[in-house]
C-alpha cells in the first residue's frame, strides 16, 4: 500500500523543485524537436543520464548485480520507463501543445492506481479509489474534447501516444515491484537507464538519423538539460522525496508538473491552451485527490 508521512520543509523544498524539474521538461523536449527526432531525444537523453548516475554509483562503491534475473529487470524497466513513454511523449509534442502533453501525462497515477490493482494483491480498488479513477477519466474525456473523441486525427492521436505513454508508466511500476525491489535506488536508475540506451540508440540511428552532437546551441542545450537535470538529477531527487515524505506524497510531484509547463510553454512557446485543457486538469487533479484520500478526510468525507 502507498505510504504517507508528514511533509518537512525540506521535502516540500524537494517536491517543488522536482515538479519544476519535470514540468520544464516539456519545453527542453519541444526545442529539441525543432532540430532532432523523438527517439534521439530519448538516446541522448538515456545514455548521458545513465553515465551521470554510473558515475553516482562508482563513487558510492555500490556492487553490481550479478543475477540475471536483475538484469532481465533492468531491460524491462528501461523499455516500459523510458523507451516507450519518453518517445510517445517526445512524438506528441510535434503535434499538441507541450503544455498539453503535460497535462495527459499527469494521468499517470490514475492508470497506475488500475494497473496495480490488477497485478498486485495489495493494490485493491477500493470505492474511494474507484471514484477518483472515474472522475480522473472525466478529466482525460474533458481535456482531449469530444470533438477530438469523435474524429481520429493527428492531433487526436499525439493525445492518445501521449495516454499510452503513461499506461506504460503505469506498467512499469507493477515491473519495478517484481523484478528491482531491494536494490539501491541509485543502482536501478542507472541499470534502466542504461537499458534504455542499448534500446534507443541503435532504433534513432535506425529510423531517424545517425546520432550527432553537430547540433545548435539551443538543441544541445535542451538535449543537456532532459539528461543530466530532468532525469540523471530528477531520478536522484525523486528517491530522496521518497526516502523524505514516503510514496503518497510523490503524488503531489505530479500535481505540480502541468502547471509549470504550461506557463513554460506560453512564455517561450506562445502556446494558449483552450478552455477545456484546463478544465480537464481540474477534473484529473480532483481525481488524483480523492484517489490519495487525505483531503477527503480533512473535511470529513
Not at 13 to 39: D, K, M, Q
Not at 75 to 87: C, E, H, K, Q, S
Not at 227 to 235: K, P
Request: aromatic residues 8%.
Amino acid at each position: 500500500m502507498s505510504e504517507q508521512k508528514s511533509i518537512s520543509s525540506a521535502a516540500w523544498v524537494l517536491i517543488f523543485s522536482l515538479g519544476t524539474i519535470w514540468g520544464a521538461i516539456f519545453l527542453a523536449s519541444r526545442l529539441a524537436l525543432n532540430e532532432v527526432g523523438p527517439l534521439t531525444i530519448v538516446a541522448h537523453r538515456c545514455f548521458w543520464a545513465a553515465l551521470a548516475l554510473w558515475g553516482v554509483v562508482l563513487l558510492q562503491r555500490i556492487p553490481l548485480p550479478r543475477s540475471p534475473r536483475v538484469w532481465i529487470g533492468f531491460l524491462g524497466m528501461g523499455i516500459l520507463n523510458n523507451v516507450i513513454p519518453f518517445g510517445l511523449l517526445n512524438w506528441s509534442q510535434q503535434h499538441i501543445e507541450s503544455g498539453l502533453a503535460s497535462i495527459l501525462n499527469a494521468t499517470t497515477a490514475v492508470f497506475g492506481v488500475l494497473v496495480a490493482a490488477l497485478f498486485l494483491a495489495d493494490e485493491r480498488l477500493n470505492t474511494r479509489k474507484l471514484i477518483g479513477v472515474l472522475i480522473g477519466f472525466g478529466g482525460v474525456a474533458t481535456t482531449i474534447g469530444i470533438d477530438s473523441l469523435r474524429s481520429l486525427d493527428i492531433r487526436s492521436l499525439a493525445q492518445l501516444a501521449a495516454l499510452t505513454a503513461t499506461l506504460s508508466y503505469a506498467f512499469a511500476g507493477v515491473w519495478a515491484r517484481r523484478m528491482m525491489g531491494g536494490l539501491p535506488a541509485v543502482l536501478a536508475a542507472a541499470g534502466m537507464l542504461s537499458a534504455s540506451a542499448l534500446v534507443s540508440i541503435p532504433a534513432a540511428w535506425l529510423i531517424e538519423a545517425p546520432l550527432t552532437l553537430a547540433l545548435s546551441p539551443t538543441t544541445l542545450i535542451a538535449l543537456a538539460y532532459s539528461a543530466f537535470a530532468a532525469t540523471a538529477l530528477a531520478y536522484l531527487l525523486y528517491y530522496k522525496v521518497l526516502e523524505l515524505a514516503g510514496s503518497g506524497n510523490l503524488l503531489l510531484v505530479t500535481l505540480l508538473i502541468p502547471p509549470f509547463a504550461i506557463v513554460l510553454g506560453a512564455l517561450f512557446l506562445q502556446e494558449a491552451l483552450p478552455p477545456n485543457a484546463l478544465a480537464g486538469f481540474g477534473l484529473l487533479a480532483l481525481g488524483l485527490a480523492v484517489i490519495d484520500g487525505r483531503l477527503l478526510k480533512r473535511i470529513g468525507v
